[in-house]
């Protein structure tokens, strides 16, 4: 039975059984052994005792000082924001960073703290990690309308009007009449209008909308020839209305690689290089591993005739995203354009031009959007028929390549000289002025002079051709020349044709005396092939008598002589 101070209960049964053991148990007395053990049970059951009133001590302590606790943890913090609003509003975004930081580890449960650092972020440009604040004050109070406005216009910014749209429509939910969310709602809709045309010309590739062809020639300044390339032609205009609407939707989301990639991509397609070189170049700056940013520096420098270095770009996107099409078809084009125009030199260097004009036709086919390598390819053909002297279709690549690349100096070279083999001296001028122009070197000024040398040369009567010889005849040629041509026109052979071909005939057989006045006098001639005026040399061909010329030429012992025997009539007389 237990004691009248508390005392437990003492049980007897376990005493009976340790007798069995124990002797001396059974007298009914313990030794020392079990008065030791009792009494450190009794201490333990003190000290326990004594643990737990330190424990509720404590416990009352902390109770009462959590409240002031608290309220100096609050404090801290508002201090914090306060300082970071005075460096918010002088735009010291980083250091107004820092102390809402500090407000945030002072007060982790404060969502306005934490939408006050998802605004500085967004003035920072990092919209992504404002994003992440602007979504922990939401949960943390989905009535904050301010979290959600910063959440929607970091979706925004960062190309997605569709989650955006959700956050403004939850802020009108909260208050209908905020002004902000609609005009930011209208704008998240502007951008899905814009992203859907893109995507449909881009990647449907619908050519059917011609209406906007005259503005994007206007809007774009293109110089396309759309004889060449149709087909490339509306992939330009396509491109030209993408980077449209991409320019249209990144004012509202300047932070979205997405447009942005896409905007590069058909900058390059329409030679815009540097441009899309730069967009491409700011993502990797932030991403070095953005695979698409990747494939726009390849396709830059693959546009650019730089195949080589534009392969390495293709093979590195492709190790960052093994399934990216566009890269790997571009990496495939590109080895295949390299092989065969490498194939075509070879051809055309061991002398095999036909193999050489086959090679590069086939190389063409291969990507008719790569203008500038083209323009090489179409050069390279022209000289593969200037060797074969089919001049006319060297001139005809020529110009294609030119209206590839208006700046490629050696195909107006080329071209320039399939003008003068041609004797097409005014084209050929036209094209030296332009090389000239572009490159003012003793070599192309010489080329200019030459042409236009032979242009006046070409506008004065060809005495050569009147005689029907070569320029390099010699003087027995010239004189045989004279002596066939003088009769052929002489008029007593045409006396009983008409009025009209008398006249001729008396015009081309004064020509033919003229001729043969020139090119049979070593000086004259000298003259006349220099390029010379020769009746600025003082010499008027209006003043010698073609008549005189052949009485000269065929009177003598054996000769012929020409008598007149009345107004118009002639006749031969043989001696």
């Given at each position: 039975?237990?004691?009248?101070?508390?005392?437990?209960?003492?049980?007897?049964?376990?005493?009976?059984?340790?007798?069995?053991?124990?002797?001396?148990?059974?007298?009914?007395?313990?030794?020392?052994?079990?008065?030791?053990?009792?009494?450190?049970?009794?201490?333990?059951?003190?000290?326990?005792?004594?643990?737990?009133?330190?424990?509720?001590?404590?416990?009352?302590?902390?109770?009462?000082?959590?409240?002031?606790?608290?309220?100096?943890?609050?404090?801290?913090?508002?201090?914090?924001?306060?300082?970071?609003?005075?460096?918010?509003?002088?735009?010291?975004?980083?250091?107004?960073?820092?102390?809402?930081?500090?407000?945030?580890?002072?007060?982790?449960?404060?969502?306005?703290?934490?939408?006050?650092?998802?605004?500085?972020?967004?003035?920072?440009?990092?919209?992504?990690?404002?994003?992440?604040?602007?979504?922990?004050?939401?949960?943390?109070?989905?009535?904050?309308?301010?979290?959600?406005?910063?959440?929607?216009?970091?979706?925004?910014?960062?190309?997605?009007?569709?989650?955006?749209?959700?956050?403004?429509?939850?802020?009108?939910?909260?208050?209908?009449?905020?002004?902000?969310?609609?005009?930011?709602?209208?704008?998240?809709?502007?951008?899905?209008?814009?992203?859907?045309?893109?995507?449909?010309?881009?990647?449907?590739?619908?050519?059917?909308?011609?209406?906007?062809?005259?503005?994007?020639?206007?809007?774009?300044?293109?110089?396309?020839?759309?004889?060449?390339?149709?087909?490339?032609?509306?992939?330009?205009?396509?491109?030209?209305?993408?980077?449209?609407?991409?320019?249209?939707?990144?004012?509202?989301?300047?932070?979205?690689?997405?447009?942005?990639?896409?905007?590069?991509?058909?900058?390059?397609?329409?030679?815009?290089?540097?441009?899309?070189?730069?967009?491409?170049?700011?993502?990797?700056?932030?991403?070095?591993?953005?695979?698409?940013?990747?494939?726009?520096?390849?396709?830059?420098?693959?546009?650019?005739?730089?195949?080589?270095?534009?392969?390495?770009?293709?093979?590195?996107?492709?190790?960052m995203a093994p399934d990216h099409d566009k890269a790997c078809l571009a990496c495939r084009n590109?080895?295949?354009?390299?092989?065969?125009?490498?194939?075509?030199?070879?051809?055309?260097?061991?002398?095999?031009?036909?193999?050489?004009?086959?090679?590069?036709?086939?190389?063409?086919?291969?990507?008719?959007?790569?203008?500038?390598?083209?323009?090489?390819?179409?050069?390279?053909?022209?000289?593969?028929?200037?060797?074969?002297?089919?001049?006319?279709?060297?001139?005809?690549?020529?110009?294609?390549?030119?209206?590839?690349?208006?700046?490629?100096?050696?195909?107006?070279?080329?071209?320039?000289?399939?003008?003068?083999?041609?004797?097409?001296?005014?084209?050929?001028?036209?094209?030296?002025?332009?090389?000239?122009?572009?490159?003012?070197?003793?070599?192309?000024?010489?080329?200019?002079?030459?042409?236009?040398?032979?242009?006046?040369?070409?506008?004065?009567?060809?005495?050569?051709?009147?005689?029907?010889?070569?320029?390099?005849?010699?003087?027995?040629?010239?004189?045989?020349?004279?002596?066939?041509?003088?009769?052929?026109?002489?008029?007593?052979?045409?006396?009983?044709?008409?009025?009209?071909?008398?006249?001729?005939?008396?015009?081309?057989?004064?020509?033919?005396?003229?001729?043969?006045?020139?090119?049979?006098?070593?000086?004259?001639?000298?003259?006349?092939?220099?390029?010379?005026?020769?009746?600025?040399?003082?010499?008027?061909?209006?003043?010698?008598?073609?008549?005189?010329?052949?009485?000269?030429?065929?009177?003598?012992?054996?000769?012929?002589?020409?008598?007149?025997?009345?107004?118009?009539?002639?006749?031969?007389?043989?001696?």
């Amino acid at each position: 039975m237990a004691a009248a101070g508390g005392e437990c209960d003492v049980i007897m049964a376990p005493a009976a059984a340790v007798s069995a053991s124990h002797p001396e148990a059974s007298s009914g007395m313990l030794s020392d052994e079990d008065e030791d053990a009792g009494t450190r049970r009794d201490q333990e059951l003190k000290a326990k005792k004594i643990v737990q009133i330190n424990l509720d001590k404590n416990l009352a302590c902390k109770q009462h000082l959590l409240p002031r606790f608290m309220s100096v943890a609050l404090k801290e913090a508002e201090s914090f924001k306060e300082q970071g609003n005075a460096f918010y509003a002088k735009k010291d975004y980083n250091e107004a960073y820092n102390y809402y930081t500090k407000a945030i580890d002072a007060c982790p449960s404060n969502a306005s703290y934490y939408g006050n650092r998802a605004a500085t972020l967004m003035m920072l440009g990092k919209f992504r990690e404002a994003l992440g604040d602007a979504q922990q004050s939401v949960r943390m109070d989905d009535s904050f309308v301010r979290g959600h406005l910063r959440e929607g216009k970091c979706h925004l910014s960062l190309g997605n009007a569709m989650a955006a749209s959700r956050c403004f429509q939850r802020v009108l939910e909260l208050d209908h009449k905020n002004s902000q969310a609609q005009q930011e709602l209208n704008n998240a809709r502007t951008v899905l209008e814009y992203e859907k045309i893109a995507e449909i010309d881009f990647e449907k590739r619908d050519f059917r909308k011609h209406s906007i062809i005259s503005y994007l020639q206007k809007q774009w300044d293109l110089t396309i020839d759309f004889e060449i390339y149709p087909v490339a032609v509306l992939l330009l205009l396509l491109s030209c209305q993408v980077v449209f609407c991409m320019d249209r939707a990144l004012e509202f989301a300047p932070a979205c690689h997405r447009f942005k990639i896409l905007k590069a991509e058909c900058l390059a397609l329409l030679g815009r290089y540097p441009e899309a070189q730069s967009v491409a170049s700011d993502i990797l700056r932030i991403d070095s591993t953005n695979a698409d940013a990747l494939y726009v520096r390849g396709l830059c420098l693959y546009y650019e005739d730089c195949i080589e270095k534009a392969v390495q770009f293709f093979i590195q996107a492709l190790k960052m995203a093994p399934d990216h099409d566009k890269a790997c078809l571009a990496c495939r084009n590109a080895k295949a354009l390299k092989a065969k125009k490498d194939d075509g030199n070879k051809a055309f260097n061991e002398g095999n031009y036909k193999l050489a004009f086959e090679l590069y036709t086939e190389a063409l086919a291969i990507d008719p959007n790569n203008r500038k390598t083209n323009a090489k390819l179409y050069c390279n053909r022209g000289t593969v028929n200037s060797k074969l002297r089919k001049l006319d279709e060297a001139i005809e690549d020529c110009t294609s390549a030119i209206k590839l690349d208006d700046t490629y100096i050696k195909a107006y070279l080329r071209r320039a000289q399939c003008y003068m083999d041609t004797e097409q001296y005014e084209d050929a001028v036209r094209d030296y002025e332009k090389v000239y122009q572009t490159e003012k070197t003793k070599e192309h000024k010489q080329l200019l002079k030459n042409a236009q040398m032979e242009l006046k040369k070409s506008k004065r009567k060809d005495y050569y051709k009147i005689l029907g010889v070569d320029k390099n005849a010699s003087e027995d040629e010239i004189k045989k020349a004279y002596r066939k041509r003088a009769l052929m026109h002489h008029p007593d052979r045409h006396s009983g044709a008409s009025a009209e071909i008398q006249k001729e005939e008396e015009k081309k057989f004064k020509e033919v005396g003229e001729a043969f006045t020139i090119l049979s006098d070593p000086k004259k001639k000298a003259r006349y092939d220099s390029g010379q005026d020769l009746e600025e040399d003082g010499m008027n061909m209006g003043d010698f008598d073609a008549n005189n010329i052949f009485k000269a030429f065929f009177g003598g012992p054996g000769g012929f002589s020409f008598e007149a025997s009345g107004p118009g009539n002639f006749f031969f007389q043989f001696g």
